[in-house]
């Protein structure tokens, strides 16, 4: 389990930025949750990409197959990123709401890539669809997911 090394960045409910990049999320996860692997690589309009490199000893179930809640990992980490676009900054407070997953087929490979895409969004949540894929075949999905997060009120 990631655990936050401080409570720091959380305590302060918007981190506003002129211009959120990969580089940017990447930066600011890490340095709270320093063994967090779902990076972010890519931000677009309307939607993000994400990559997890595939550690043999925690992510691979018997038979091979990368395991369900390792692609429910990042599905849930690409709706948070997913959520800092729409919002157009670092809004660490936000909260998976719902999340829902359909696995299509087994998962075997070392890296897997998540699209998430922006469905809608509002003052209090943002809803988007991610779909995820293996070592650059993103014409044969593993499994595809919707979810919600929750935007925090203003103090």
Same mark, same amino acid.
């Given at each position: ?7 720091? /960045? ?9 211009? &959120? ?22 931000? $677009? ?6 990559? /997890? ?23 849930? $980490?690409? &709706?948070?990123? &997913? ?20 696995? &299509? ?51």
């Amino acid at each position: 389990m990631v655990r936050p090394r401080s409570s720091g /960045w959380l305590s302060r409910s918007v981190l506003a930025v002129s211009e &959120l990049t990969p580089e940017l999320i990447n930066e600011t996860i890490l340095a709270e949750y320093e063994e967090m692997r779902n990076l972010c690589t890519e931000i $677009g309009d309307g939607y993000v990409m994400t990559s /997890w490199e595939v550690d043999e000893a925690t992510d691979i179930r018997p038979g091979g197959y990368v395991s369900g809640p390792t692609q429910f990992k990042i599905a849930d $980490g690409a &709706l948070w990123y &997913l959520t800092f676009a729409a919002l157009g900054r670092i809004e660490p407070m936000a909260l998976t709401s719902e999340l829902s997953m359909r696995f &299509l087929r087994p998962a075997i490979g070392t890296r897997m890539i998540c699209r998430a895409t922006l469905e809608a969004a509002n003052r209090r949540s943002v809803v988007g669809t991610c779909h995820i894929w293996v070592d650059g075949a993103p014409d044969r999905i593993t499994s595809t997911a919707q979810g919600t997060y929750a935007i925090p009120m203003p103090r």
